[in-house]
Each structure stands twice: as structure tokens, then as C-alpha cells.
């Protein structure tokens, strides 16, 4: 099939960038980024400049490929992200429109590749239980009800590719940010840290530049993990309580 | 403040100040709904000028107004700094247009439907609140009833400025953007509380919606029926 | 030189526990001077770093992707062995030891699996009070599953996403220690070289991806965390970036290569479907336990596979090993499925591949289940599947989503079809007991090293081992080495070794952007995957093994004649990180197949056809070949063979049999 490229390309962060416009021969059982390794092989043989993108595993894990496509964060379908998508999913002749994530928070490395260390810095800031190694007792010593598992387990599927941030408007993080406080707060394991947790969290979410959540559901909608809304609501609840217990 | 300065430093902090001014807002909206109701009883305005009266009259709700200007003042205020703060949170936008895919388009206008409301509200102040409040005493005209009871003519008033038909467009382009405010902003405040249940949340939603059709449309139904004289 | 496995004395139970108490300490305010360098940030790494620092170590870690939690220890689906017994099915750390040395055909050390098996067991503990979410049984326990080779259930899961929940556990506790300021984390960096002071590893140079820099870092000691090298036959369950240049940079400054050909080809991927095709997707083996593996007994089958009937099915595992049917372990069941299709009564559009069908358990087994507790009498054959499909769907819901996603084809409704592809490498740096490599003060963990596995792999076994290295056995083996540095003062990273090193680095690299010939990076790599594949991969001889070694010398030798790098070196630029890559599978390559044809036998995943029973099965030769092959890098690609002899005193060797 052939397929028109309307490609975001960007030398650095502080260079302006633009879009660019190519041809690709595809086929439709290609994933859209071997669709991209096609695009630059080509680019290689004439000579010029490949796309970079980010990716690594190829099988939807990682959270490290991070395109938007046609205006959504992974692509068209639901519950999958930009390795994963296949290019059954578009038509001959389609024109395809390639950003990268787009926040202030998440800045621009080169063409489709941003920097999200930002999320590193949310989960050093409390994301964690805080057991030394040795400290465990036996695993059966805690005892958690299966369906309090099945919940936590949901959250923490969250792969931190950062598609929740460039599908808000508002380039908000609550999603990634309610998920782990969603995790960590249901488990007893982590009782001890649960109020100190979410209050640092938030400030560092907050300090990274991320906007406010007002709640659109876009970044549920979007997230290839299909992480539901209802973490943010645990995120407010929380940090509500924390903060009214004077954390 | 010490503890409550989150609610002016925080993004949840903020995002609090939005939802619980909201519910308040709400609150007002229902009260003031029941009251417009009762022009539509079509008994020549006496039981809405009645009405009318007693809120002027109680001090609870004397109190309570001040309050709700509070509240208005903090939600505008608020509103208009996470809109303009949000806005600039991702310097770069998107050449791909999503369209709805993602979110409903009135989720994502919060603030311009929101600008709406604001100006609605000032032209509707002028022509209710500040003549009942602010001008000589009996500006409005007085009426007297069968029962012997004298008091404020709003209804009348209400008959004058719903003989503009712009004045009527506009309060229904106002109540317009009322319904789809509160279509997002009823269940967004619960969300914000932290509301997560099963069978709660749901429940959140149906009586959200239902809301914020039912109480504009009563709201939008009344300078119309005025305006072609079907109450008088 | 000798190797010096450095197993400590006594019966093979207390060797761990002897070592551990006696093993040299570090006081906590020397610790506090020392400086480890971690390289790789995946299940190993990560669980060193964060608990050396722990500690009271200074760490620097490093990784190549934009975050430590993107290793690719995250892809790890089915889940990870403890001989915990919560099932009380007879498991005991003996059992977990006896099953590891045979499920890798008695070519691995007994003193490391033993004190594997040992630690298993602390593993679930650390994870379980990191808040990772394991499946649990209604009351509130642990659940489990089995895996091939074993006859118990001791896999412990979090769904299909193991290797995911357990990295992030190890990597929050990573970040624990990165917000307290004792690890500092470099990701977008990849190691190009070890640096070595009077014959000590002493630090490394490293290259940040995003400016292209090249950056000296000091050490008391440098840990290789790095993976396995799967990626040199270019089509893997590997993460595209997966690469061996960390562990070859170490080979070529004098640590020895173990056993390189030791490869494990995993019986359950998604098939090839095309040229283009970057990466193999695996299917976790956790769907053996209740997929079924058959193919038409029919050559050329054409009918659909619902419309062939139950008695011209071919159940070849069950068939051939009834004991342990479609939980033979991994080499076994690739093999077979090798075989079923070399002979012609392979499936789909390319007849590579068998059908792996989950209708019959998802009828009899969770579909009968299931009626009795909702109390329905006499159900349809179509009320259980549809029961059935509920269950499996709670069971393996995101791998049959995922394998619906990329072969448009319902394995709800439809067996899967699968083929085998390559996993993991069982090969990897030589290291003692104390994962030390013959370099001192360099290390090698999980993947990287030649591990605990010997010529095969069980499943759920690689995240136990990446996770012992890191948590439990460096932890006590690393203070055995630093305990005799706290008089190294940090060195200058001027000193000329330093110097030395950046200059090697930056003359190979300007070696390679100055070829601009006419090839891509990608299609050495795609020519070179095709070469091992054929003759390096599932069945080796000897005649194919000379052949490819020809094959990979005049690859290489083109490579540095013609390919083509764009860009430049002060930016990032993705081609150029793989080009430094491909450049050490095209050395590295070279040297499995001398490895290969080295081992005249067969043995777990090493399948030389010339060394095969009559029915078909490998034929060990523990007269020869009871060793482990060490490699020296000699100059220009030429390689010194050592072996180190295996004993076994605890358990008797005899021919692997799951019949």
C-alpha cells in the first residue's frame, strides 16, 4: 500500500522544526514503526538525514516508542501503542500526519524522540515502597484479597510512555501520577508511606511543569495500557486527605 | 492558611477550589431554578414575587449571598488562571486535529464556556440583582395583591426585559453554555472529590446530566414563553 | 591463565551459607568511599544498584534507553521460580536445584544453581514487600503455575506481565536511592569500553547518546548487567536495542566468553510474515499449560484447522513425551517442532509453524469447572467454550489480545500458530562464584553472565537468576573484592589509562563514520542474522559451522569497506549506536560458530545433527565435553580456548528424558 508521511522533523530541542513531507511503500501486516524503518532505509540509500524515533521492545511494554499520529498518541486504536499498531489499520493512499509528544515537560530531542526523564524524577520522589533489601518478611505473611491485587495489578501496568501527557490539553501527568498512588495506596505494603507518598509525588508532577487535570478523560482514553480515570480520582482523594492531615 | 495553601499553590490544590466553588454553584443554580420555576405557574407572577421577597427579606440567605459571591469570584478567578496556566503547559500544538475522539468537545471548553457564562452574568446582574438591589427603594413598581400583601414587582420587570427578543437570544445562548458546563462540570467536581465507586459513581453521572438539561432548560424556557406572552 | 571457579569447600547445601559467613566485610564508612559502576539497568542491574546503594555504596548506573525502566527484562511474560512449596506438591530447593541442572543438560555449575535455588525463595519475599502485584488466590495467598520441565507449580505471575512487575519493582527501589541521592543515573548512555589500571577494572567510557560525548566515569569496580546477545541473529524476542557491546568491550580487555553458543531458541513466537520484520514476539510458555501443540498428520493440509478432525490431528509432544507432554522444556519442544516442520507437515502461508490450540482445555478444563460452580447441569459442548473463554481469558487475556493485534487472527476462536525463535542466551562472560570475570573488579550478572543455566534454560528460571545476582549474591560476593580496596583512593579520570581508553573509542568511531559506503547498518545486520540463523541457530554440523564462519569474515570485512553511517558523531544519531553494535555481533557471531564446532555433541539447546540418539535426541558427550568452553580474545579475532572441568557430586548425570 502506498502511504503519504507528514513527518515532524526537529535537528535539537532548540532548533525550529518542521514538517517534511515522504512516500513509503507499506505492507499492511507492517507495524507503523517498521513502516518507519522501511521510510529510513530509504532516506540511508539517498542519502539523507533518518527519522529518529524512540522504540525498543516492539511488543508494547516497554513505553518507549512515542509517536502521535494523525493527532492521537499511539495512533487510531484503542489499547495499543505505536509498535503494536499495524498498518492494516489505514488505508492506500492515506496521509498520515507524525508529531512527537508534545509538552513543555517532555521537551524535544530530535524529530520524533522526546526526553521524559521527568517521570524518573516523579517516581524518585516517592514512588516506592521503602524496604531494604533482606527487610521481607515471608510472602504469604501478608495476605491481600484477591480482587485488592487485581486492582493494584490494573495500575501497575501503567508503562510510563507518557501518551496520557500528550493527549491532555493541559499536558497534565495525573494518570501516570495516580497510578502508582493508586498501586501503592490500596496494597498494604504501602501503608506507612501513603500520605508522605502522594503529597511528594504531586509537588514534584507539579514542580516538572505538568499542567492541572480538568478531567477531559482524554488521557484514559488514550492510554495504551487503558489504565482507567478513576486512578486520578484516588490521586485527589489521596492527596486531599494527606494534605488535610497537614503533610 | 498555612494548611489550606495547597488549595492556591497546588494543581490539585486549585483543581479543589474549582470542584467544591462548583457544587456550590450548583447549590445556587437549583434554588434559583425553583424559584424561576414559579413564573410558570402562571398566577401573574404572584407566588415568584413572593418568593422573590423572602429571599430578599431572610438573613440566612443574606449571608449566604455574600458567600456565593465568594465562590463565584474564586471559580472565575481559578478558572481563568488553570485555563491560561494550562494553555501554556505545552508551548508546541498539534498539526493532527483528534477531533472528539479522545474527549467531548465541552470537556475541553471549560473556560470558554465558562467566559460565556461570565459575560451572561454580567448583563443578567445588571438587569435583576442591581435594580433590586441597588436602586431607590420600589424602582422596580410595586404591586398589591388580592391577599392585601404589597411587594417588589420583579416578575414585571422580568416581563419588561424579555420583551427585547436580543435580550431573550441572549439568555438562552447563556443557558446554552449553563448545560454544557454543567454537563461536564457535575461529575468532573466528583471526580476532583475523589469519587470512585462501583455503583456511586454511575449513579454521579445520570443525575449530573440529567441536571444540566433539566435546569437550564427551565431557565431558558422562561424569557421564551415571556417573550411571546404565553405567561403573563 | 587458569580459571578459578572459586566454589567454596563443604557439601553443596552449606557452601552459600559458609561463604556468607565468612566472606570478607566492608565497615559501612569505607563503604561510603567505594564507588561502583553498574552498566545495564534491567532486573540484575537495577536490583544491584539500588541494593548496593542500600548499602552505603556511591553508584553510578547506566543504560541506553531514556529511563532504567524500559530494560528489557520489562518483556518478561510467564514468571518467576521459587521453591517456595506454597502448593504443597513436593517442591524443595533440592528440587528446584535437581530440576535447573538437568533442564540445562548437566552443564552447569552445581554450587551456583544450588545457591540459586536457595535465594529463589527471598525473591518473592523483596518483591512481595516492594507492593509487586502477584496473582492471588481468592484467600488472600500467592498463586501459581507451572512451567516446562518441572512437575510442580512454583512460577509465581502477575498476569502475562512478570518480568514488567518485577522490574518495577526493582526500578522504584533504583529511584528510591536516585532521589537519595546515592546512585546517579545516566541513562542515554551507553558503555563503549572498560578501562583497566594494573589490571583491575577501574571504570569505563561511556558515550551520551543525545550529545554523542564521550565521558570518562571511575570505579572500584564496574558491574556488567547487561543482557544477553540474542540480537545477533538479528530476528529475536530481544528489544531492538539488546546488544552485546558492553559484555564484548569486557571480552576484548581480557574477560572470558562462556560458552557463546549456547543459545535457547523459545518453542512459542509469533512466525515470521515478512521481509520487513524487525523482532519476533514471543508467546509466553505459561500457554503450554494449557495450549495444545499439534500439526495435520496430513502432509499439505488444506482444510482449516477447526474442520480437521480430532484423530488426524498429530499431538507430537504428547506423542512423543508423554510424561511431561506439551511441558517439555524449551529446546525440546522447539526441536520438535523443527522437526514436525522440515518433514513437511508444517502450517500456515509459509509452512513454518504449528498450531498451539486452547480449545480442548478451555472445553474440559476450565469450561467443566466452571459449570459445576454456577450449578449447570448436562452443559453444551458451546456453553463450556464460551465458560472456557472467560477463564482463559482472565488467564491470558493481554497475550491473546496482543497476538490478535499482530497476526488479525482470534486465538478465542482459532489456535494460535507459533514457530520457535531465539530467546535468551544461556552463553555469556565467564564468571566465578563470586560472578567475578577473570578481569578483577569486573563482574558480570544475570543475562550477561554465562549463567546458571547451562546448555538450556527452564521458563520462569532468567528473571530468578537476574534477580539473585543483583539482591542477594553481589551484594555479599562484590565485599569479598572491595573489602581489599578501601586503600584505592578514586582515581583521577586524567590518568593516561583513561586517556587511553576515550582515544580507542573515539578512533574506532571515526573508523566508522568514515567509511560512507553504500550499505545500511540494518542490512549487515538482517545478512548476518541469516547466516547464524541457518547455521548457528536451531541444528548445527559441522560443514555449516566452517561455511558461516567464511560467511561472517567477508561480511565483517565488507562492513568496514562499505557501510554507510548519515549524520554525525555530536548528535544524536541513532544509526550510529547500532552500527557500534552490529560491529560486535559481526565479531561476536564469529565466535559461537567456533564454539559450536568446538562442542562435537549435542546438549540442551546446542543440537549438533551429527551427535543425535536414534530417535532424535541430543547425545551428550560428558567423556569430553562435561565443561564449560571460556574464550580469551586473542588479537584480530583470533580466540584461546580454556574449559573448566564440571563436577557433580550431587547429582547423578544421566540422559535427560521427559518420556
Known sequence: MNINLKVWRQRNQNSEGRFEEYKVQASPDMSFLEMFDVLNEQLIEDGKDPVAFDHDCREGICGMCSMVINGRPHGPKQGVTTCQLHMRSFSEGDTIVVEPWRANAFPVIKDLSVNRGAFDRIIASGGYVSVNTGNAVDANSILIPKEVADEAFEAATCIGCGACVSACKNASAMLFVGAKVTQLSMLPQGQPERQARVVAMVNQMDAEGFGACTNTGACAAECPKQIPLSVIANLNREYYKAKLNGK | ?232 | ?659
Not at chain 3, 67 to 94: E, W
Not at chain 3, 393 to 410: C, H, P, S, V
Request: aromatic residues 10%; glycine residues 8%.
Open chain 3, 1 to 659: 591463565m587458569k580459571l578459578e571457579s572459586k566454589i567454596p569447600q563443604g557439601s553443596v547445601d552449606t557452601k552459600w551459607t559458609q561463604y556468607k559467613s565468612s566472606v570478607s566485610l566492608v565497615n559501612p564508612a569505607n563503604k561510603r568511599s567505594l564507588h561502583v559502576i553498574v552498566v545495564g539497568t534491567g532486573l540484575a542491574g537495577a536490583s544491584a544498584a539500588a541494593t548496593l546503594a542500600e548499602m552505603g555504596y556511591k553508584v553510578s548506573a547506566f543504560c541506553f534507553q531514556d529511563s532504567p525502566r524500559r530494560a528489557h527484562s520489562i518483556a518478561a511474560q510467564g514468571g518467576i521460580n521459587a521453591a517456595k512449596n506454597y502448593q504443597n506438591d513436593g517442591d524443595s530447593v533440592y528440587r528446584l536445584f535437581y530440576d535447573t541442572i538437568k533442564g540445562g543438560d548437566y552443564r552447569a555449575r552445581e554450587a551456583n544453581v544450588h545457591r540459586l535455588a536457595e535465594v529463589s525463595t527471598n525473591i518473592i519475599d523483596q518483591c512481595v514487600a516492594q507492593g509487586v502485584p502477584f496473582a492471588r488466590e481468592y484467600g488472600g495467598t500467592l498463586s501459581n503455575r507451572s512451567f516446562g520441565g518441572t512437575q510442580v507449580q512454583r512460577t509465581f505471575y502477575a498476569a502475562g506481565q512478570t518480568g514488567q512487575q518485577l522490574l518495577l519493582g526493582a526500578y522504584s527501589a533504583l529511584e528510591r536511592q536516585v532521589g537519595l541521592g546515592n546512585v546517579t543515573m545516566y541513562s542515554r548512555h551507553e558503555m563503549v569500553e572498560v578501562v583497566k589500571i594494573d589490571g583491575k577494572a577501574r571504570g569505563i567510557i561511556a558515550r551520551d547518546l543525545v550529545s554523542g560525548k564521550l565521558e570518562r566515569h571511575f570505579g572500584h569496580a564496574v558491574l556488567l548487567c547487561t543482557g544477553g546477545y540474542g540480537n545477533v541473529f538479528y530476528l529475536s524476542t530481544n528489544a531492538m536495542g539488546s546488544n552485546v557491546t558492553a559484555a564484548w568491550k569486557a571480552h576484548r580487555a581480557g574477560a572470558f566468553f562462556g560458552n557463546p553458543c549456547f543459545t535457547q531458541i523459545h518453542p512459542t513466537c509469533i512466525p515470521v510474515s515478512g521481509h520487513y520484520q524487525s523482532k519476533l514476539t514471543l508467546m509466553s510458555e505459561s500457554l503450554r499449560n494449557d495450549g495444545r501443540i499439534w500439526v495435520p498428520k496430513k502432509k499439505d493440509e488444506t482444510r482449516q484447522p477447526n474442520d480437521i478432525p480430532e484423530d488426524e490431528r498429530d499431538y507430537y509432544l504428547e506423542r512423543r513425551y508423554p510424561a511431561f507432554g506439551n511441558l517439555v522444556p524449551r529446546d525440546i519442544a522447539s526441536r520438535a517442532a523443527k522437526e514436525r516442520c522440515d518433514a513437511g507437515y508444517g502450517v500456515g502461508t509459509t509452512k513454518m509453524a504449528v498450531y498451539l490450540d486452547f480449545k480442548y482445555n478451555m472445553i474440559n478444563k476450565y469450561g467443566r469447572t466452571e459449570a459445576s460452580k454456577r450449578g449447570i447441569q448436562n452443559p453444551s459442548e458451546d456453553v463450556l467454550l464460551e465458560l472456557g473463554k472467560e477463564i482463559a481469558k482472565e488467564k491470558y487475556g493481554n497475550l491473546f489480545d496482543m497476538y490478535k493485534q499482530i497476526t488479525a487472527e482470534d486465538p478465542y476462536e482459532v489456535p494460535m500458530k507459533i514457530y520457535p525463535a531465539v530467546h535468551y542466551t544461556m552463553g555469556g562472560l565467564w564468571v566465578d562464584y563470586e560472578l567475578q570475570t577473570t578481569v578483577p573488579g569486573l563482574y558480570a550478572l544475570g543475562e550477561a553472565n554465562f549463567s546458571d543455566h547451562g546448555a538450556n534454560r527452564l521458563g520462569a528460571s532468567a528473571l530468578m537468576q537476574g534477580l539473585a545476582d543483583g539482591y542477594f549474591i553481589i551484594p555479599y560476593t562484590l565485599g569479598s573484592y572491595l573489602s581489599k580496596e578501601i586503600h584505592t583512593k578514586p582515581i583521577s579520570t586524567d590518568h593516561e589509562a583513561f586517556v587511553e581508553a576515550e582515544k580507542k573509542v573515539s578512533d574506532r568511531i571515526n573508523q566508522l563514520m568514515g567509511i560512507q559506503g553504500k550499505r545500511t547498518v540494518e542490512s549487515y545486520h538482517r545478512e548476518l542474522g541469516l547466516i547464524m540463523w541457518d547455521k548457528c541457530g536451531m541444528a548445527r554440523n559441522e560443514k555449516g559451522l566452517k561455511e558461516a564462519i567464511d560467511q561472517i569474515r567477508a561480511l565483517r570485512d565488507d562492513f568496514y569497506k562499505n557501510v554507510r553511517i548519515p549524520g554525525s558523531v555530536d548528535e544524536f544519531n541513532p544509526e550510529l549506536d547500532k552500527a557500534g553494535r552490529v560491529a560486535d555481533f559481526l565479531e561476536l557471531g564469529e565466535l559461537m560458530c567456533w564454539d559450536a564446532l568446538n562442542r562435537n555433541e549435542s546438549c540442551g539447546g546446542h543440537f549438533r545433527e551429527e551427535y543425535q540418539t536414534e530417535e532424535g535426541e541430543a547425545l551428550r558427550d560428558d567423556e569430553n565435553f562435561k565443561n564449560v568452553f571460556a574464550w580469551e580474545y586473542k588479537e584480530n579475532n583470533q580466540w584461546e580456548l580454556h574449559k573448566e572441568e564440571l563436577n557433580y557430586e550431587n547429582i547423578k548425570i544421566q540422559q535427560r528424558s521427559y518420556k
Open chain 2, 1 to 232: 492558611m498555612g494548611v489550606l495553601s495547597f488549595l492556591f499553590s497546588s494543581s490539585l490544590g486549585r483543581k479543589l477550589v474549582m470542584a467544591v466553588t462548583g457544587i456550590a454553584l450548583i447549590a445556587f443554580l437549583l434554588v434559583h431554578c425553583l424559584i424561576n420555576a414559579m413564573v410558570l405557574l402562571n398566577d401573574g407572577g404572584q407566588t415568584f414575587n413572593e418568593a422573590a421577597r423572602f429571599m430578599a427579606e431572610n438573613p440566612f440567605i443574606r449571608i449566604s449571598e455574600i458567600l456565593l459571591f465568594v465562590g463565584f469570584l474564586l471559580h472565575i478567578a481559578q478558572g481563568l488562571y488553570l485555563t491560561f496556566d494550562n494553555r501554556k503547559r505545552r508551548a508546541a500544538k498539534y498539526t493532527g486535529n483528534p477531533g472528539n475522539a479522545n474527549s467531548k468537545w465541552y470537556s475541553r471548553s471549560m473556560g470558554f464556556l465558562g467566559t460565556i457564562i461570565l459575560i451572561f452574568l454580567v448583563l443578567h446582574l445588571k438587569h435583576f440583582w442591581v435594580v433590586s438591589r441597588f436602586h431607590a427603594p420600589h424602582a422596580l413598581g410595586e404591586i398589591t395583591y388580592a391577599n392585601g400583601d404589597t411587594m417588589e414587582n420583579l416578575f414585571l420587570e422580568m416581563a419588561s426585559v424579555f420583551t427585547n427578543p436580543i435580550a431573550v437570544v441572549i439568555y438562552v445562548l447563556g443557558c446554552f453554555s449553563l448545560a454544557y458546563h454543567l454537563l461536564h462540570g457535575f461529575s468532573s467536581a466528583f471526580q476532583t472529590f475523589g469519587v470512585n465507586h462501583k455503583s456511586y459513581t454511575p449513579i454521579i453521572a445520570s443525575v449530573g446530566a440529567a441536571f444540566s438539561i433539566i435546569v437550564p432548560l427551565i431557565f431558558a424556557i422562561i424569557p421564551v414563553v415571556m417573550h411571546f406572552g404565553i405567561i403573563k
